[in-house]
């Protein structure tokens, strides 16, 4: 489960990183006046957003499987929906029976 909580730790950290980039740039362009090429904000940011959310929501599935798995490796979890005989065997066991002429005998009782 350490994998896959650092997985979620190191998206949720970049997804923080790539919006304090993005407030910076917003500030730093109207502050200094700096213009970059157009159209390349837009796609640094985007670029950057989009790997940061699919880092994010694969950490959160990652950790939703492990946690499923933990609990099916415990062992089966089995719903009874109703018992036979009172939960007993109703099979028969045999018996040996010796008759009267010394031959055994095996019957059902």
Request: charged share 10%; aromatic share 8%.
């Amino acid at each position: 489960m350490l994998p896959l909580r650092l997985a979620t730790y190191v998206s949720v950290t970049a997804s923080l990183a790539a919006a304090l980039l993005i407030g910076g740039y917003t500030i730093a362009r109207f502050a200094v006046g700096q213009d970059w090429p157009a159209g390349f904000t837009t796609l640094a940011v985007l670029i950057l957003m989009s790997l940061s959310l699919n880092a994010l929501f694969i950490g959160v599935i990652g950790e939703y499987l492990g946690r499923v798995y933990r609990q099916v490796k415990r062992g089966p979890l089995t719903i009874v929906e109703h018992e036979l005989n009172g939960g007993h065997l109703a099979v028969p066991r045999p018996t040996l029976t010796v008759s009267g002429d010394g031959s055994n005998a095996n019957r059902a009782a």
